[in-house]
């Protein structure tokens, strides 16, 4: 059934913007971070966290390095309270960390909060009341002049219990909640209510934040809404302007960033984006985005998958497996092609020493977030030659020949095919093994003795080496000498001779795997039938002439 109602919605108004600059920015720098974990994104949670768990979560984020943080909303609950209390009477709180609190713009709970900040070094008093038509309107059957009130009465309220708190640096924010639903002049008008009660100058700045409380619009055109404030706001130098977006629309990042190019100094949002209906704007996601463009976020995410353990712990909320750079998969590629080009790229970065990370796929170095390179190739139905090749060398240390590559990733592609399912790396390097190292029948090696004209295996002559073998057949064992201008070639012409069998050797590679006594030999061949017929094969062992003779085997019994 088709949508049909699309006519009881209205297009977001465009603002009335000449000259926009922000287009043209970039944003160079860190903005001032506030993570409102512990509160928005508290409130979000169908189990909310527990003061214990409100704990662990503030010792994660002091460690990332917020120095601002909103730890909850102290009026609100005997939880919420309790938490605040906790931070301040057992001196939980870092001299350079500042927390937030929020309450609403009504006398007993801003009253209340500042009850809770009783003999706190530092801390912002977040007051907010909801400026949007709809919900003046709707929700408060109040006009424009009575929602200031409001406002107006909570700063004033805030200015005199903060003058009061002997010992404590409060300052002071204001949320005209859903600004994205107030018109642009009148949330204009009362934010410059706001900073008069106040009493904001530049060496007493405010803050003030500017909420997308539901999104509406999509970036740019926030963009503008900010732009424009920023322009109107009378003594710009007073205010620090910060933006809380949700995710409503899903571009909360966007319309946060390009906030910031617009003119906003301050972001807040929560880690993984956790808050209400669709989620805040996530942090992790921002900071890392600056990252991969050289900015220093100055928040530290190096250890990402101990970010991802705690939160999953407090707030009992999974991690997207494809969430931007902390998602299980997002290191990882399934297609053929993308395998190959990720491959080729990181073996491209040995060769330059420019420092400079630039790999197909891959916009951050996974090291850089604490994960490692193992997983990123991992093989399925999608999968191609270059993946099986990079697992098989990244985990294991075999380097199959490029000649080699379609056929060992056509054989991984038939058992993927068959079961329907992905493969591990170890079952990868199993089916390898088995499909061209170990294979017994119809021709087993019982034995091989090899010696070189004058000792001197370096020797190139046409037959400077003889070779004495013996080789099973079922029930029957054969035996053979023959000489060669090296233990593959002989080896072949003795065997060719005696079984009757026709093949040339037509490619062949070899190397060494694991260290020094441990190392072994790794050697692979393809060889053409006189009927055209191509088959390959590989061989291991602690010699490399008994490798190469063993590969050639292999081939032999894989026609």
């Not at 009341?129 to 200031?148: A, L, P, Y």
């Not at 600004?179 to 002049?185: K, S, V």
């Not at 009660?197 to 700045?205: L, P």
């Amino acid at each position: 059934m088709a949508m049909t109602n699309s006519s009881k919605y209205t297009a977001y108004p465009a603002v009335g913007l000449s000259g926009r600059t922000w287009p043209d920015q970039r944003i160079s720098s860190a903005p001032v971070w506030c993570s409102i974990d512990l509160r928005d994104g508290n409130q979000a949670l169908p189990v909310p966290m527990s003061v214990d768990e409100k704990l662990e979560m503030f010792r994660l984020l002091v460690d990332i390095g917020f120095k601002e943080i909103e730890v909850g909303f102290p009026a609100a609950s005997a939880v919420e309270y309790q938490f605040v209390r906790k931070l301040i009477d057992e001196d939980l709180i870092p001299r350079d960390v500042t927390i937030q609190v929020l309450t609403q713009a009504r006398e007993h709970l801003v009253r209340r909060t500042f009850d809770s900040l009783e003999g706190v070094r530092n801390a912002i008093v977040h007051l907010y009341n909801s400026t949007s038509t709809v919900q003046r309107d709707v929700v408060f059957r109040k006009n424009r002049e009575e929602i200031k009130a409001i406002a107006i009465d909570g700063a004033r309220l805030v200015r005199e219990l903060a003058d009061a708190a002997e010992g404590s640096a409060i300052r002071f924010q204001y949320s005209p909640e859903s600004f994205t639903g107030t018109e642009l002049d009148y949330a204009l008008e009362v934010c410059h209510a706001v900073m008069g009660a106040w009493g904001a100058d530049e060496s007493d700045r405010m803050i003030i934040n500017l909420p997308s409380t539901v999104e509406m619009s999509t970036p740019n055109v926030f963009a503008d809404r900010i732009e424009w404030f920023c322009r109107n706001l009378e003594h710009r130098e007073a205010a620090i302007v910060s933006v809380h977006t949700h995710n409503d629309r899903g571009t909360a990042v966007a319309s946060a960033e390009l906030a910031l190019m617009a003119g906003a100094d301050r972001v807040e949002g929560a880690l993984f984006g956790n808050g209400e209906r669709c989620g805040n704007l996530d942090i992790v996601t921002m900071a890392l985005n600056m990252y991969t463009q050289g900015v220093d976020p100055e928040l530290d995410f190096s250890h990402l998958s101990h970010t991802i353990d705690v939160y999953r712990d407090c707030t009992r909320m999974p991690v997207h497996p494809r969430h931007p750079y902390a998602g299980e998969l997002v290191y990882t590629a399934f297609s053929g092609s993308h395998q190959d080009a990720i491959n080729k790229g990181m073996k491209a970065l040995v060769d330059h020493d420019d420092g400079v990370w630039n790999v197909p796929y891959l916009p951050i170095d996974p090291k850089d977030v604490g994960f490692s390179y193992k997983a990123i190739v991992r093989i399925n139905s999608q999968s191609g030659k270059g993946g099986v090749a990079y697992v098989m060398e990244s985990a294991f240390g075999y380097q199959i020949p490029r000649w080699m590559q379609p056929d060992v990733g056509k054989v991984v592609q038939n058992v993927v095919d068959e079961e329907g399912r992905e493969l591990s790396p170890d079952e990868v390097r199993d089916l390898f093994v088995r499909e061209y190292v170990r294979l017994q029948e119809p021709y087993a090696l019982k034995k091989c003795h090899i010696t070189w004209e004058d000792e001197d295996p370096d020797r190139n002559d046409e037959e400077a080496t003889t070779i004495t073998t013996a080789v099973q057949k079922g029930s029957h064992e054969f035996g053979f000498t023959a000489r060669g201008n090296g233990p593959v070639d002989a080896f072949v012409k003795g065997f060719i001779r005696d079984s009757g069998l026709e093949f040339t050797v037509s490619d062949y590679a070899e190397h060494a795997i694991g260290h020094s006594a441990d190392t072994l030999a790794v050697a692979y061949v393809k060889i053409t039938t006189s009927a055209g017929t191509v088959s390959f094969g590989a061989g291991i062992d602690s010699n490399i002439s008994l490798a190469s003779i063993k590969a050639v085997l292999s081939a032999v019994n894989r026609l």
